[in-house]
Structures are given as structure tokens and as C-alpha cells.
């Protein structure tokens, strides 16, 4: 079964920095698109960045400046470098993925299970 599964989450002091890796596993044909978004408690899932296949990239406008999206194409991995991070970045970040597994004939939408960051003195 295909899966994201994220890493890299955890607590860190304002100012800090994180870096999180989500791998896609399974059997691909090909990936249109990875990115990143979040939910903080008591807040909606909210965009935080993207990268399409040809390497264009989009950024949420509360981290412009501060988080940067990257990717690992033989690996099948997307990062996310996160610096001068906030307490307001306290969230869960979800891995998002657009990929056409090569069982398949539609592209799908998948999700990873989360990894929580922490922001906080």
C-alpha cells in the first residue's frame, strides 16, 4: 500500500529550527506534486508549502522567508527546513502527496500520518 510517512517533529525553543522528511513508499509511476500543511489544536488544516514536479514552489505567506521546501527525487522524499520558528507554527504537519501509483490509472491524493511540532520556551 502507498504510503507518506513523516519524520522529524518535535519540541524546539522559539527561534529554533526543524527539519522534517516525508518518504513515499510503495510502487510509483510517478509523483505530480508533494507538499506540506498543518493543523494547530483547535484550527482548521491550513496550506503551509508545495513543490510541483518541475520544481516550482508555493509558501503560505506566515512562513515566506523562514520555511523551505526541498525534494530528494531518487528517494522520493520532500523536506521541509523550518527556521526562526514561532510558537504560532505549534501545529501537527501533514506530508501531501498528488501520485499515480503505477497499479493505478487515476492519480490519487494521499496524506501522512503526522508529525506534531512543538514551539515553545
Known amino acids: 500500500q502507498l504510503q507518506l510517512v513523516e519524520s522529524g517533529g518535535g519540541l524546539v525553543q522559539p527561534g529554533g529550527s526543524l527539519r522534517l522528511s516525508c518518504a513515499a513508499s510503495?510502487?510509483?509511476?510517478?509523483?505530480?506534486?508533494m507538499g506540506w500543511y498543518r493543523q494547530a489544536p483547535g484550527k482548521q488544516r491550513e496550506f503551509v508549502t508545495s513543490?510541483?514536479?518541475?520544481?516550482?514552489?508555493n509558501y503560505a505567506g506566515s512562513v515566506k522567508g523562514r520555511f523551505t521546501i526541498s525534494r530528494d527525487s531518487v528517494e522520493n522524499t520532500v523536506y521541509l527546513q523550518m527556521n526562526s520558528l514561532k510558537p504560532e507554527d505549534t501545529a501537527v504537519y501533514y506530508c501531501?502527496?498528488?501520485?499515480?501509483?503505477?497499479?493505478?490509472?487515476?492519480?490519487?491524493?494521499?496524506w501522512g500520518q503526522g508529525t506534531p511540532v512543538t514551539v515553545s520556551s
Open positions: 510503495g510502487i510509483i509511476f510517478s509523483i505530480n506534486a
Open positions: 513543490m510541483t514536479s518541475d520544481g516550482s514552489t
Open positions: 501531501n502527496a498528488e501520485i499515480l501509483p503505477i497499479s493505478e490509472v487515476v492519480v490519487g491524493t494521499y
